[in-house]
């Protein structure tokens, strides 16, 4: 009898337990060669980061990091532009995370009040943010810092960025803030109530209690609130000021005037007849921009320095008005007047990417293509409508997917 079909145990094996067989040795090679990369890689960084004076005990920590396959996945699929932003947003200011904020608000009125004082940022903001990254302290993230970022590092599409956030988590240890068991976080690195990436943490990150640490991982949330406070002071929170608030285009507006590149006055955008959302007439000397985040069928924002502070947090439009809402709500605001329209500036997602390829392909930086047409994919359009020689609108349709293509 020709051929394997004999029992395992006379030592031959089956067409199916062969077949096995094959399939993990073609299997096993693949992964003991990205252990072996990462292993390889690991060893350099370590020569490097030794290079730059950390403490032997420090760099040790460096032996536990593991590479994490799932980190990488997550990370290429963020949720700021893998939804739609009408659902970000009701997510972002639903009505279970107001009442959430609102509680802690209570809970925390001396802290909040103190740290508004000395940073002056809104408690309303801190507690969105906190909200925000964290679903105030609830959900801080589990996975091991030193593993997600050499995990990052070693994938390669933004390495030097991922070597120079794991380089600072070093130092984070080498300063005694915390341990390599306690510094936990998300998929992208990020730490504590207010998710810090560790660049940050040591450039912002303050010990609020005087306790000789800059704890932003302890169950107590005070040195990551007040830490959230400094950050946005040194990026220039101004104290008073609105972030954005949502406002009415006339009819037949001229939407090249829009985007954040197309500052006025206020009263000189009344002059346009731009409204207040409510119907109510814009007044002062402060100036702003119109921008169209979904499209102008959806919701139209009119935009201030703090709204550029906020993208400093997290640089996606969707996470800026997020929290800006959020927190507009904490304080007593109203929701978001206008609709999100399903298919923002008109067109479906699959033609939003289109044109983002396009544009990307003629050498005009609109950014990845995941449909979310924000400031860089309209600056984008603005380029190529000037080299073109025609109208710069900055707006995005079907009309000049079809130029596109």
Known sequence: MTGVSKDMHTGMFTRRQAAGLLLAASIMPRAAMANAGFDAWRADFRARAAATGLPADVLRALDDARFLPKVVASDQAPAETSRSLGDYIASAASPQRIKAGQVVMARYPTLLGRIEQEYGVAREVIVAIWGMESSFGAVRGSAPVLSTLASLAFEGRRRALFENELLAALQILAAGDTTPGRMTGSYAGAMGHTQFMPTSYLRYAVDFNRDGRRDIWADDPTDALASTAAFLRAKGWQYGQPWAY????????????????????????????????????????????????????????????????????????????????????????????????????????????????????????????????????????????????????????????????
């Open 246 to 405: 949502e406002v009415q285009l006339p009819k037949g507006f001229d939407l090249a005037r829009t985007g954040r590149v197309y500052t006025q006055r206020l009263r000189d955008w009344a002059q346009l007849g731009v409204t207040h959302a409510s119907g109510e007439k814009l007044s002062g000397a402060e100036t702003g921009a119109l921008i169209l985040p979904a499209g102008p069928t959806g919701p139209v924002f009119m935009i201030f320095d703090n709204f550029h502070v906020l993208k400093s947090y997290n640089y996606a439009d969707s996470y800026a008005i997020g929290v800006g809402h959020l927190s507009d709500r904490l304080a007593g605001g109203a929701p978001i007047r206008a609709r999100f329209p399903g298919e923002p500036w008109g067109m479906t997602t699959a033609e939003r990417q289109e044109l983002q390829k396009r544009l990307n392909a003629l050498g005009f930086k609109a950014g990845r293509p995941d449909g979310v047409i924000g400031e860089m994919g309209r600056a984008a359009i603005r380029s190529y409508e000037s080299a073109r020689g025609v109208p710069v609108t900055g707006v995005p349709s079907r009309d000049l997917l079809v130029a596109l293509r």
